[in-house]
């Protein structure tokens, strides 16, 4: 089994920025892509931005130039560094992780609340 502890949500004003924060334990084989979804209400749950066990990152197209995503393998974390941020982008985050066990399997975090107060 997987655990996910996510952090680094909150209210934030137009323009400001939030960190979050994945991190990841549990005993298996190797984390392999790590991402960050969000859902905000009403509508469907949607890829914001994933990074490979390569370094290889995807980026919704809104979030581009806003927002980085970076891994720590030592620390098995994942963060999401979000600038610039917009009434938009309010939503529950939540963090994604493949990992490898005796299969591929993923796993989601609880979530966190960003809120973009206008």
């Known amino acids: 089994q997987v655990q996910l502890v996510e952090s680094g949500g909150g209210l934030v004003q137009t323009g400001g920025s939030l960190r979050l924060s994945c991190a990841a334990s549990?005993?298996?084989?190797?984390?392999?892509?790590m991402g960050w979804y969000r859902q905000a209400p009403g509508k469907q749950r949607e890829l914001v931005a994933r990074i490979t066990s390569g370094g290889s990152t995807y980026y919704l197209d809104s979030a581009k130039g806003r927002f980085t995503i970076s891994r720590d393998n030592t620390k098995n974390t994942v963060y999401l560094q979000m600038r610039s941020l917009k009434p938009e982008d309010t939503a529950v985050y939540y963090c994604?992780?493949?990992?490898?066990?005796?299969?591929?399997?993923?796993?989601w975090g609880q979530g966190t609340q960003v809120t973009v107060s206008s």
């Open positions: 994604n992780v493949d990992w490898l066990g005796i299969a591929n399997f993923a796993s």
């Open positions: 549990g005993s298996i084989v190797r984390f392999n892509a």
